[in-house]
């Protein structure tokens, strides 16, 4: 064979054999060929007798100096033997017979040898060539069989890691089993695999992974035999019943297959099974490299289903959590309704009737007239009060309007209500659909609540624009700050945890970052930034204003439209309203005597 064709392992091994080295090999060959079967025997007697197993003899005796005498008497190439050492050694590797007991094997039949050159030669001069022949050959070994055990370990580190990164990369069960049958696969060199599991009752089987994936898997074998699954075994399909095979096909398909149990607290969950078209006895290391990817498999598999399940109820809350908030929409715009359109018509009516008996008192009742003034100005603010809780429970105008609109009139009542420099910039909204809108007035809200009671801020920026798909919102003031880990962790407070629940119901972003007030600090440099992006891509968009239409509910729009927020912010409408109400006073106040 050419040096080139070799791989680099051995083709440092082969450049040892120098011509000078192959012909002292040659002369050894020629001397010993008649007691290299004699050594042999020996050596098998001593390696049995110190417990080596069949199979490890087999091996040890192929890697011999005996050995490469055959070779060489047999007319082959010495490099014959440097690829019989390799493949020997692969199998030593994954017969898990340490290399240290290789040197020992190797000590013994180099004692025997070394008896039979001294009988064989007497010459002194010959003997040192053939002992500089022995010690060359054995470094050959020695570099062939090292290189030959880290191919074994590399190719299970490999494994290992491959079935790490499927474990990863799979999206769900069947993928996930699918990958590991065909890494092992590739790992034992088999020829088909099957993978089948047991259902949860531990009755019946089903295949969850089949290789190759020709999509023509049979069902499982139904005479197939548990108990002759629930160990690791070599199965001879040659002779073996076809109980012991998941598919009952492979017995006239292939002659030998390897089953390794998927196995939980002593009970069997499933079975792998590697299929040979050749007569393929596995090895005490594949057997264990085998069983220690069954159990990570196993493992896998039941961490798969667990974050399925996850998934699947966090996808149920999700739908609950969503449900719920609309819920709560419902039931603000059904109290605000039944605020302006009982409680508030109520108290409007009372005022009046106030306002009518005090026309009526005489002037001499000067104290009657004072309480009866007291008494219609405690109602009047009591309007107002219901007026700004129905605004703020269901604001008409974000329906009537949009959210642009909206947000301005929101800026405007926090204004008179706190002293702080509120800056708004609205870009590019457009019609945006009515859940989004809904959403960022309550963030909005939620924000200028939180900025009113702690933040002691002087100015307030916010801004809100659209592009892109994205709906992007900023609230930022120079308050005092926070610490945003301590907030988001306490356990009585749901203004940020709720706002960020609101985002992540619509698959949006949410960040916070504050910087807490400490001495010295401008106040420039201390504050709250909040930044939210929705994305908006995937929803329907309207035009503005058959937006509005096509999301203003008709009885709530009769309702609204009648009072709440806009008629607190235009006096024409409030002055316009108490006529009509003065009017009809007094066939109200006859239709409650009545009552």
């Not at 050894?28 to 060929?33: G, H, I, Q």
């Not at 598919?247 to 006239?252: G, L």
């Not at 309480?371 to 603010?381: G, M, P, Q, V, W």
């Not at 962790?489 to 960040?511: I, P």
Request: charged share 25%.
């Amino acid at each position: 064979m050419p040096t080139a064709e070799l791989s680099p392992e051995l083709a440092d091994a082969a450049d040892v054999l120098s011509d000078q080295l192959r012909a002292q090999l040659q002369r050894m060959s020629t001397l010993l060929e008649r007691d290299v079967q004699k050594l042999d025997h020996r050596f098998q007697a001593k390696l049995e007798k110190q417990g080596y197993l069949a199979p490890q003899r087999t091996a040890l005796a192929a890697i011999t100096f005996g050995n490469a005498v055959r070779i060489l008497a047999g007319g082959q190439p010495a490099l014959k033997f440097i690829e019989q050492v390799e493949y020997s050694g692969r199998r030593l590797a994954k017969l898990n017979l340490p290399p240290s007991a290789i040197v020992e094997a190797l000590q013994e039949y180099d004692q025997l040898l070394t008896a039979r050159l001294q009988k064989a030669s007497g010459d002194p001069a010959q003997q040192a060539n053939f002992q500089w022949v022995r010690e060359q050959i054995h470094f050959c070994v020695i570099l062939t069989l090292n290189n030959a055990y880290y191919q074994v370990r590399e190719a299970e580190t490999e494994a290992f890691y491959e079935l790490f990164r499927v474990e990863l990369e799979s999206h769900n069960l069947e993928e996930l089993l699918s990958r590991f049958l065909q890494t092992l696969m590739g790992v034992c060199g088999a020829d088909a695999g099957r993978l089948g599991l047991l259902n949860a009752a531990g009755t019946d089987w089903t295949f969850v992974a089949s290789r190759p994936g020709d999509g023509n898997c049979p069902p499982v074998n139904p005479r197939l035999n548990r108990r002759s699954v629930a160990k690791p075994r070599f199965v001879d399909c040659r002779t073996s019943p076809a109980s012991s095979l998941l598919d009952a096909s492979w017995k006239a398909k292939y002659e030998s297959c390897w089953s390794i149990p998927l196995s939980k607290d002593g009970q069997i969950a499933g079975v792998m099974q590697f299929g040979f078209h050749s007569f393929y006895e596995w090895l005490p290391r594949e057997q264990e490299l085998l069983a220690a990817a069954a159990e990570r498999c196993l493992m896998a598999a039941e961490k798969t289903r667990l974050m399925e399940h996850l998934a699947a109820s966090e996808e149920q809350i999700r739908q609950l959590a969503e449900h719920m908030l609309h819920v709560e929409e419902m039931e603000r715009r059904r109290i605000s309704r039944e605020l302006h359109d009982e409680a508030g018509q109520s108290l409007l009516c009372i005022r009046l009737q106030m306002e009518l008996l005090e026309s009526e008192l005489p002037e001499q009742q000067v104290e009657s007239r004072r309480k009866l003034r007291e008494a219609r100005d405690l109602t009047e603010r009591t309007i107002l009060e219901m007026r700004r809780l129905i605004a703020a429970l269901s604001p008409a105008v974000l329906e009537s309007l949009g959210l642009g609109a909206a947000l301005r009139q929101l800026v405007a009542r926090f204004q008179r209500v706190h002293p702080i420099r509120v800056k708004l910039s609205l870009s590019r909204l457009g019609g945006l659909p009515q859940k989004i809108e809904v959403i960022v007035y309550r963030l909005v809200q939620e924000c200028f609540n939180n900025i009113g009671k702690h933040s002691q801020a002087t100015t307030v920026n916010v801004s809100v624009s659209s592009a892109d798909g994205v709906l992007r919102l900023n609230v930022e003031d120079n308050g005092v700050g926070f610490v945003v880990e301590e907030a988001l962790a306490r356990r009585d407070s749901f203004g940020l945890s709720g706002m960020r629940e609101r985002v992540a119901l619509l698959g949006g972003q949410f960040r916070v970052s504050s910087s807490p007030k400490s001495r010295g600090q401008k106040r420039r440099e201390r504050g709250t930034r909040i930044s939210i992006e929705l994305p908006v891509a995937n929803n329907e968009i309207l035009p503005a204003e058959e937006h509005r239409q096509a999301a203003r509910p008709p009885a709530v729009e009769s309702s609204k439209g009648s009072g709440g927020a806009s008629q607190e912010e235009n006096p024409g409408t409030v002055a316009l309203m108490r006529k009509l109400v003065v009017a009809d006073a007094p066939s109200r106040a006859r239709s409650v005597s009545r009552r």
